[in-house]
C-alpha cells in the first residue's frame, strides 16, 4: 500500500475530482474502487475521511492506492502470455497525458490508434498482428477469444474491458497466448490452457477488486466505530448533544416542508442529586444507562432519544402532534414510575411536552420543552405537562 495524500479540499483549492473522492466527500464514509489517472494508470483508491479527535470537525481525506503493475506483471511471468492495457481516450485529456508521458522517460504517442493510447503498465512493445487491429479500431467483444496469424505463428487473443470506479468503460486489457509450437499435435491442450491463461487473468482481476472490497470494509468497520463515537453519548448510548442538534434540525425542515406534525418530549429524573449523594456517582451513572435503554426500549423506530445533559434527556418525535406526544410521555412516566432501576430502586420523572410551530427555532422549539418539563417539576413532579398548558 502507499500513501498517496492527505488533504483537505477546501483550503488552498486541493481538490482531487474522483469517484472515490467525491463520494467520500458527499457521504462523509469510506470510499474505494479502481480509477483511472490522468496518466492512464489503473489504482486501487481507498478513500476515507479524517476527523479531529476532540472536536471531530472534518480535518480532510486519508487516501491510500495501490497500482496494478504487479498484478499484471505476475500475470505475464505466470502464464507465459503478453498483456496490454488500453485505455480510451475519451477518458483521458490529452495534454496531462502527454506531460505525464515525458515525466515517466517516454515518447507520448496520441495519434498512433484511433481510440486509444497503450497504458503505462504497457513497457513491451505492441506486436504488429494487435497494432493491425488497433489501427482499425477492432477491440473484439466483452470476454471474446480471437485467434490471429502473423507470419507463420499462431495466436489467441482476449480481450477484457476495464471498469472504474465510476462503473464506466474506461480502458481494454488485452491478453495474447502464442499457440504455435506443436499446434498439430496438441491443439486441444494449447486451446484449454488458453482459456485457462483468460480465466486466470479475469480471476486475477476478481481477486484484485476482492482486495479492494476488503480493505474498503475493514476501515468502513474502523470508520463506523468512530462515527458512533462522534453522534453518540458514551455513557447512556443515546444520541449526544452534538447530534440531537443535527436531527432535530433535519426533522423541522421536513415538518415546514410537509407541513406534518413534529413533538419534543423533554424529561429528567426527579431528585437525581439523592441518587449520587446517596449511593455514590457510580450508582448514578448506572441509572442514567439503564433509564436510557429501558426509555429506548419503549418509543416508536422513528423517535429520536438523546442526553440533554446531566439526568435531562430529549425525544423527538416526528409526525407526532402534541396530544399523541403527550400520550407517549404518560406511558414512559407510568413505566418508569413502576420500573425498578438496581440500587436506586424506584425513580420518577418529570416530562414536558411541546409541539413544532413553522415559526419556531431550534432555540424556541427546545426552550418551550424544557418550561414545560419545569412545570411538571413546579406542580408536584412524576407528571406530564405541555407547553400550551403548562399547569
Known amino acids: 500500500m502507499n500513501l498517496l495524500r492527505v488533504h483537505a479540499p477546501n483550503r488552498h483549492g486541493d481538490r482531487i475530482d474522483r469517484f472515490t473522492t467525491l463520494a467520500a466527500e458527499k457521504d462523509g464514509t469510506t470510499s474505494y474502487g479502481v480509477e483511472l489517472g490522468p496518466l492512464g494508470t489503473f489504482t486501487l483508491r481507498v478513500v476515507s475521511p479524517w476527523y479531529d479527535e476532540t472536536t471531530h470537525q472534518l480535518i480532510g481525506y486519508v487516501e491510500l492506492g495501490m497500482e496494478i503493475d504487479r498484478v499484471l506483471q505476475k500475470q505475464r511471468d505466470f502464464f507465459g502470455i503478453e498483456v496490454f492495457v488500453l485505455v480510451h481516450k475519451d477518458r483521458l485529456e490529452r495534454k496531462k497525458w502527454e506531460e505525464g508521458m515525458r515525466a515517466l522517460g517516454r515518447t507520448p504517442d496520441w495519434e498512433r490508434f484511433p481510440t486509444v493510447v497503450l497504458g503505462t503498465q504497457a513497457h513491451q512493445k505492441v506486436p504488429p498482428l494487435l497494432a493491425e487491429r488497433l489501427v482499425r479500431g477492432e477491440l473484439g467483444d466483452a470476454d471474446s477469444i480471437i485467434n490471429m496469424a502473423q507470419g507463420g505463428a499462431s495466436y489467441r487473443a482476449a480481450f477484457l474491458p476495464l471498469q472504474d470506479a465510476g462503473g464506466r468503460s474506461a480502458a481494454h486489457m488485452v491478453l495474447i497466448a502464442d499457440v504455435s509450437p506443436d499446434l498439430n499435435a496438441v491443439l486441444h491442450t494449447v486451446y484449454a490452457g488458453s482459456i485457462a491463461a483468460v480465466v486466470a487473468g479475469m480471476l486475477l482481476l476478481g481477486f484484485f477488486h476482492w482486495q479492494v472490497g476488503r480493505v474498503g470494509r475493514r476501515i468502513e468497520r474502523d470508520e463506523q466505530a468512530l462515527e458512533d463515537i462522534a453522534t453518540h453519548d458514551r455513557l447512556t448510548g443515546a444520541w449526544n448533544r452534538r447530534q440531537f442538534d443535527e436531527l432535530l434540525a433535519r426533522e423541522m425542515n421536513r415538518a415546514r416542508r410537509y407541513k406534518s406534525p413534529l413533538s419534543l418530549i423533554m424529561f429528567d429524573i426527579d431528585h437525581f442529586k439523592k441518587v449520587n449523594d446517596t449511593w455514590g456517582h457510580q450508582a448514578g451513572d448506572d441509572l442514567l444507562a439503564v433509564l436510557s435503554v429501558y426509555v429506548s426500549a419503549n418509543i416508536r423506530d422513528i423517535d429520536m432519544l438523546a442526553r440533554w445533559g446531566g439526568e435531562e434527556f430529549m425525544v423527538i418525535a416526528p409526525d407526532t402532534g402534541s396530544e399523541a406526544a403527550r400520550l407517549l410521555a404518560e406511558k414512559l412516566r407510568a413505566l418508569i ?41 413546579e406542580s408536584g413532579r412524576n407528571r406530564v405537562c405541555g407547553s400550551e398548558n403548562p399547569g
Open 337 to 377: 414510575e413502576n420500573g425498578n432501576f438496581g440500587e436506586a430502586g424506584r425513580i420518577t420523572c418529570s416530562f414536558g411536552v411541546t409541539q413544532f410551530q413553522p415559526d419556531d427555532t431550534a432555540e424556541s422549539f427546545t426552550s418551550r420543552a424544557d418550561a414545560a418539563m419545569y412545570a411538571a417539576k
